[in-house]
Nanobody, 127 residues
Framework: EVQLVESGGGSVQAGGSLRLSCTAS????????VNWYRQAPGNECELVSS???????YYKYSVKGRFTISQDSAKNTVYLQMSSLKPEDTAKYYC?????????????????????WGQGTQVTVSS
């Protein structure tokens, strides 16, 4: 069964840390670009970070130096380590995978649903 599940969100105070997980089953992340998106109520969907199949990473400017994306191939999981969290990081976080070997996409880009999408994970940062 193919699944893509986000987890690890929660409520923290400003300055705290969380580690989000995007875990896949039924397909591999090894030849995929994996993106983390977020959306707060009333706001546009944002690309927060991505990791490509060759390990190249991207970070939205406002999270550079605070967030780290990584991949554990053995666990077929992509992590988003978030540190020095700010209230403006409060949002629902989603992941999506774009395999290089297929024209299918998995997960979701906020309200845009691909195949086998998860529910996202809520991050709430209080001041």
């Amino acid at each position: 069964e193919v699944q893509l599940v986000e987890s690890g969100g929660g409520s923290v105070q400003a300055g705290g840390s969380l580690r989000l997980s995007c875990t896949a089953s039924g397909f591999t992340f090894d030849d995929s670009e994996v993106n983390w998106y977020r959306q707060a109520p009333g706001n546009e969907c944002e690309l927060v970070s991505s990791i490509s199949s060759d390990g190249t990473t991207y970070y939205k400017y406002s999270v550079k130096g605070r967030f780290t994306i990584s991949q554990d191939s053995a666990k077929n999981t992509v992590y988003l380590q978030m540190s020095s969290l700010k209230p403006e990081d409060t949002a629902k976080y989603y992941c999506a995978a774009y395999p290089a070997y297929s024209d299918r996409s998995y997960g979701r880009r906020c309200d845009v649903l691909f195949d086998y999408w998860g529910q996202g994970t809520q991050v709430t940062v209080s001041s």
